[in-house]
T-cell receptor, first 113, second 114 residues
Framework: DVKVTQSSRYLVKRTGEKVFLECVQDMDHENMFWYRQDPGLGLRLIYFSYDVKMKEKGDIPEGYSVSREKKERFSLILESASTNQTSMYLC????????????FGDGTRLSIL | AQSVSQHNHHVILSEAASLELGCNYSYGGTVNLFWYVQYPGQHLQLLLKYFSGDPLVKGIKGFEAEFIKSKFSFNLRKPSVQWSDTAEYFCAVIPPYNTDKLIFGTGTRLQVFP
């Protein structure tokens, strides 16, 4: 079974801090994704990566960056956290075949005070 | 804008009632379609998917969905819901212009009462 592990379930940070959210997958998947989930808005794609050191902007990349130094790990970075980035963040991974489903982690509920 | 629409935001049912959740998309061409479920406190899980072939797709836990190309729809159904089906349900589409992306609807919250 695919396991996608997000480092924290809950995180509280202050405005202006640099925040790192970590995600690790154990299935040697080429593709990894970061979404944010907000009530009434569903899941929105922030960034994705299709290979080590490769990244593509999703639909809402502003205020975020990502890092993929190793195949199994995909990090989301909030350069200077703001209160409108308070949200649930979901990481997902998928094999290189786009016909395969994405597998999701449990999510990180991030609060920016 | 091209999108995925789930018109039912919140559905409340009694156990044994039948369920149908709507999903419409606005992309032309070939699309791949998914339904995901998120039980309270758990991660998103795949319920079922459609890529080609029989437009009636059977998934886990007694769920099924029908792809109707002419209506751009992929509605989720279950003939008799259980309390354990209480969850949030998301329709998602791989659009033809970018097969790396998965576009989600806004979700439908289902509450089932015993």
């Amino acid at each position: 079974d695919v396991k996608v592990t997000q480092s924290s379930r809950y995180l509280v940070k202050r405005t202006g801090e640099k925040v790192f959210l970590e995600c690790v997958q154990d299935m040697d998947h080429e593709n990894m994704f970061w979404y944010r989930q907000d009530p009434g808005l569903g899941l929105r794609l922030i960034y994705f990566s299709y290979d080590v050191k490769m990244k593509e902007k999703g639909d809402i990349p502003e205020g975020y960056s990502v890092s993929r130094e190793k195949k199994e790990r995909f990090s989301l970075i909030l350069e200077s956290a703001s209160t409108n980035q308070t949200s649930m963040y979901l990481c997902a991974s998928r094999s290189g075949n786009s016909n395969q489903p994405q597998h999701f982690g449990d999510g990180t509920r991030l609060s920016i005070l | 804008a091209q999108s995925v629409s789930q018109h039912n935001h919140h559905v409340i049912l009694s156990e044994a009632a039948s369920l149908e959740l709507g999903c419409n998309y606005s992309y032309g061409g070939t699309v791949n379609l998914f339904w995901y479920v998120q039980y309270p406190g758990q991660h998103l899980q795949l319920l079922l998917k459609y890529f080609s072939g029989d437009p009636l797709v059977k998934g886990i836990k007694g769920f099924e969905a029908e792809f109707i190309k002419s209506k751009f729809s992929f509605n989720l159904r279950k003939p008799s819901v259980q309390w354990s089906d209480t969850a949030e349900y998301f329709c998602a589409v791989i659009p033809p212009y970018n097969t790396d992306k998965l576009i989600f609807g806004t979700g439908t919250r289902l509450q089932v009462f015993p």
